[in-house]
């Protein structure tokens, strides 16, 4: 079955640099979260985007912006980064039209480090 | 503030025994659980989930149970193996959030040979 992807699987940044994680969600569905996870940390959510409207905010940074596009990938975008955004970036997705099924189904992760 | 935790950081059991692993919630409007296994550098995998309509549910070779009398979850899984080795965490949808996951802090799972 297809799962969720993302790309980069791994992305070394200077401080203050840029960065741009995409994540393509598992077809049909129509929700994605973002989430980081700081070393021996539980995931936090940053956002999330249902239809490619942001349905949900979390602690995400003011410096972090994040979108849907009409394909349903979405790409999570960090500027100003600072050592402590060193994580890994999780994006999820679901199926909510209906609203049968919550179930959010984790992609393999981003895993960024800021030098 | 409310949150979802885990009694135990480590947990190590025999393998071919039951284990146990359990999860405390203070939110007790929260009407939606879930249990995720993690691998080192892997994605939270989905093992089971439950509403706050059921005490209990059965998936394979694993029981998710729900007290919300004393807000308790817990994840059984029988005849331990050493692939379930790996981080377990309970998550609930705090209600009147769109589906956003307040995770617990995760167990520790260690299966002895």
């Known amino acids: 079955a297809a799962g969720v992807i993302q790309s980069p699987r791994h992305l070394i940044k200077e401080k203050r640099e840029t960065a741009t994680l995409k994540c393509y969600p598992i077809p049909r569905h129509d929700t994605v979260y973002w989430y980081q996870q700081g070393p021996g940390q539980d995931p936090q959510f940053l956002i999330s985007?249902?239809?490619?409207?942001?349905?949900d905010k979390g602690s995400i940074p003011d410096r972090f912006s994040a979108q849907q596009f009409s394909d349903y990938h979405s790409e999570l975008n960090m500027s100003s980064l600072e050592l402590g955004d060193s994580a890994l970036y999780f994006c999820?997705?679901?199926?909510?039209?209906?609203?049968?099924?919550?179930?959010?189904?984790f992609g393999p992760g981003t895993r960024l480090t800021v030098l | 503030g409310e949150s979802v935790g885990l009694h135990l950081p480590t947990l190590s059991v025999q393998e071919g025994d039951n284990s146990i692993i359990n999860c405390a919630y203070s939110?007790?409007?929260?009407?939606?659980f879930i249990w995720y296994k993690q691998e080192s550098g892997k994605g939270p995998q989905f093992i089971i989930d439950i509403r706050s309509n059921m005490d209990k549910r059965q998936g394979q070779r694993v029981t998710v149970l729900l007290n919300k009398t004393v807000k308790h979850l817990s994840l059984q899984i029988a005849a331990t193996q050493p692939g379930d080795s790996a981080v377990y965490f309970c998550?609930?949808?705090?209600?009147?959030?769109?589906?956003?996951?307040?995770f617990g802090s995760g167990t520790q799972l260690t299966v002895l040979p």
């Open positions: 939110n007790s409007a929260s009407d939606y």
């Open positions: 998550a609930e949808t705090p209600p009147g959030s769109a589906r956003q996951l307040t």
């Open positions: 985007f249902y239809e490619k409207m942001q349905s």
């Open positions: 999820a997705s679901s199926l909510t039209a209906g609203g049968a099924d919550r179930t959010q189904y």
